[in-house]
Nanobody, 114 residues
């Protein structure tokens, strides 16, 4: 099983990015998928999560700016990030819960310039 993120990059404050996370190598769809981020010198922080029935939750710091969604295939999730701020700069990682096991991706860098 492999989880791969993509879509990171450099953007100016106020801009947008869309991250993609794909879980492959499994015939069982993840029961939950979530995005986390880790800025230099800081602990990893939960950002947003989604479960199969479509219920989503967000950290207070991104509520109203970020949106997590899931493709019909259920093994792909997106994180639409709008109105980005310099404090959103971090490595964003995706986690898929498959058969009660957490599977992490390598992460994708998001850098927001002032």
């Amino acid at each position: 099983v492999q989880v791969v993120e993509s879509g990171g990059g450099l953007v100016q404050a106020g801009g947008s990015l869309r991250l993609t996370c794909v879980a492959s190598g499994t015939i069982v769809s993840p029961t939950a998928m979530a995005w986390y981020r880790q800025a230099p010198g800081e602990q990893r922080q939960w950002v947003a999560g989604i479960i199969p029935n479509g219920i989503t939750k967000y950290a207070d710091s991104v509520q109203g700016r970020f949106s997590i969604s899931r493709a019909r295939a259920q093994n792909t999730v997106y994180l639409q990030m709008n109105n980005l701020k310099p404090e959103d700069t971090a490595v964003y990682s995706c986690k898929a819960v498959i058969r009660a096991v957490d599977v992490w991706g390598q992460g994708t860098q998001v850098t927001v310039s002032p």
